[in-house]
């Protein structure tokens, strides 16, 4: 997996992606609420995507999904953010935590929900490839590093205890 070059780095801000919606009618499950199937669609593309800009690759997988939690419930004709950005970065792995909000219209956010995304780069064949290293700028973004490694060594005991 390693190329013998130095490994490139990339900070979080070059990566981090936010998709908007407007929540309507198609959205709605049979209880007028925002179907959460349609919000994990939405995570499963925002992660995606930010792992796709820090490994400047199409080829990622989704490894793992972890710490899915809906806080409150999402209405039509709510405007709804969804923000990911890398936290921690493997070799071939990157950790994209999702923050999603409800926006009111002056601006105001409200978190309904929070979610980690285990992100994978392959290659032509699929196997793991080597992605850049995450360049860490914040006391925020180094905070949130040091959890990533705690989820991380968490996630590897519940694979080696098969569960
Ligand atoms: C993800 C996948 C490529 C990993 O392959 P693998 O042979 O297990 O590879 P490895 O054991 O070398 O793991 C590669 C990396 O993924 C991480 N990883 C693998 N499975 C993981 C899991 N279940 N949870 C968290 N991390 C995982 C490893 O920690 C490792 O990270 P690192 O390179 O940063 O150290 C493989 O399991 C796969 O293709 N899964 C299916 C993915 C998929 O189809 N997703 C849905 C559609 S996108």
């Keep these: 997996m390693d190329n013998g070059q130095e490994r490139r780095k990339k900070t979080v801000a070059e990566s981090t992606t936010e998709q908007v919606h407007l929540i309507m009618q198609q959205h709605l499950n049979g209880s007028g609420r925002l179907f959460g199937g349609a ?30 939690q809906f806080k409150q419930a999402i209405y039509e004709g709510e405007i709804l953010v969804l923000r ?64 990533a490694k705690m989820r991380r060594s968490m996630r590897k005991q519940r694979r080696e205890n098969g569960f």
């Design 84 to 147: 990911g950005y890398v936290t921690y970065v493997g070799k071939s792995s990157m950790e994209v935590e999702i923050d999603t909000y409800t926006e009111l219209p002056d601006g105001m956010r409200q978190t309904v929900n929070r979610a980690f995304f285990v992100m994978v780069a392959v290659d032509e064949n699929e196997r793991p490839t080597q992605v850049p290293e995450l360049l860490i700028t914040t006391e925020a973004e180094k905070a949130r590093n040091e959890a």
């Design 39 to 68: 919000l994990m669609q939405w995570l499963d593309e925002v992660a995606g995507v930010v792992a796709m800009r820090h490994a400047e690759t199409h080829r990622v997988v989704t490894a793992a999904v972890d710490n899915l």
